[in-house]
């Protein structure tokens, strides 16, 4: 299976990254709203079905690649077979 | 009587570039100082433990979040959990909170800049085992150097960390370099005997490097595993 974890700053939380992408982009004539920079975790898991691997990078998640004070997590999983 | 040396430990993980500052500095101070190695399940036995600064398994995914995993830091939690005394400097205090024995995380520096100066902190407390040796309120010079030192609570965890009057040490008014929460350079535990701070006070020692002040932190410690040494015997 294939599974993407996309991890990003919890809303309300100050995010520098995100303001100077912003700030950028309007300096560039795009007229965008709050910007966010998170991370984008590509794995292959190996499980029988979408069900068992979302429970494992959920626990992956908790464990080891969101830290839950800052950081909110969404995962998509695609059957790779 | 010869002086008792207490044994304080120096965890090297892949990364650390301090451990070595650290183990001097101690050495200096008194202190019985050993190297220890990221991947040893066992530790030997010690008075104190110190997390050196550095960027231990390159700061990946989040300061600290790989480092504590490693073999070693099992054991520290434990040593932890019993009441041991354990010091995180910068990357140690990263691994410190990121492994739950300190509250909070510390996010990237608000600039986005990696810091290099030496800053003025505010001692709040010195009933704790780190900073017995300083003066109520006293200000003391250390350099920071780090691009991962904003300390960052939720509201609800901050109230928490300053009703129980956890920060004890901040950074004085204007000399804040990273945007921390309620400008928290270091924190004591609730138990109060585990200390992370992003200062370096190993790099602190000797006037000659500009500023002797971090040897109050760490002959705080240093003192207060002797006298653990003392009561024992």
Same mark, same amino acid.
């Given at each position: 299976m294939r599974a993407t974890v996309l991890v990003l700053p919890k809303t309300g939380i100050l995010d520098p990254q995100g303001s100077a992408v912003e700030e950028s982009l309007r300096q560039l004539g795009f007229p965008v709203g709050e910007a966010r920079v998170g991370r984008v975790i590509d794995l292959d898991v190996d499980a029988g079905s979408a069900d068992e691997a979302r429970s494992a990078v959920e626990r992956m998640c908790e464990q080891l690649l969101a830290n839950p004070l800052i950081e909110s997590y969404e995962i998509a999983v695609e059957d790779a077979s | 009587m010869s002086e008792v040396r207490p044994r304080v430990g120096v965890v090297t993980f892949p $990364?650390?570039?301090d451990d070595r500052d650290a183990v001097w500095a101690l050495a200096a101070l008194g202190a019985d100082a050993k190297p220890l190695w990221h991947a040893d399940e066992r530790l030997p036995a010690l008075d104190a433990i110190v997390l050196p600064g550095g960027f231990s398994? $390159? /700061?990946? #995914? =989040?300061?600290g979040a790989i480092a =504590?995993?490693?073999?070693a830091m099992g054991a520290v939690v434990e040593f932890a959990r019993e009441g041991g005394l354990v010091l995180g400097i910068c990357n140690g205090f990263q691994v410190l909170c990121e492994a739950g024995l300190l509250p909070g995380v510390l996010r990237p520096n608000r600039s986005l800049s990696f810091v290099c100066r030496d800053v003025r902190l505010t001692v709040e =407390?010195? /009933?704790?085992p780190f900073t017995s040796r300083c003066r109520p309120g006293q200000e003391l010079t250390i350099p920071v150097k780090h691009g991962d030192g904003c300390w960052f609570a939720p509201a609800a965890l901050l109230a928490e960390v300053e009703g129980d009057d956890l920060v004890l040490l901040r950074y004085a008014e $204007?000399?804040?370099?990273? +945007?921390s929460v309620a400008d928290v350079a270091g924190l004591v535990s609730p138990e109060g005997n585990v200390m992370g701070l992003m200062p370096h006070p190993e790099h602190a020692?000797?006037?000659? #490097? $500009?500023? +002797?002040?971090g040897a109050l932190v760490l002959a705080s410690l240093v003192d207060a595993a002797r006298d653990r040494v003392l009561q024992a015997a």
């Open positions: - | $990364g650390s570039n398994y $390159g /700061d990946y #995914l =989040r300061a =504590r995993f490693s073999p =407390r010195t /009933d704790t $204007g000399e804040n370099p990273n +945007g020692v000797d006037p000659l #490097l $500009g500023s +002797g002040d």
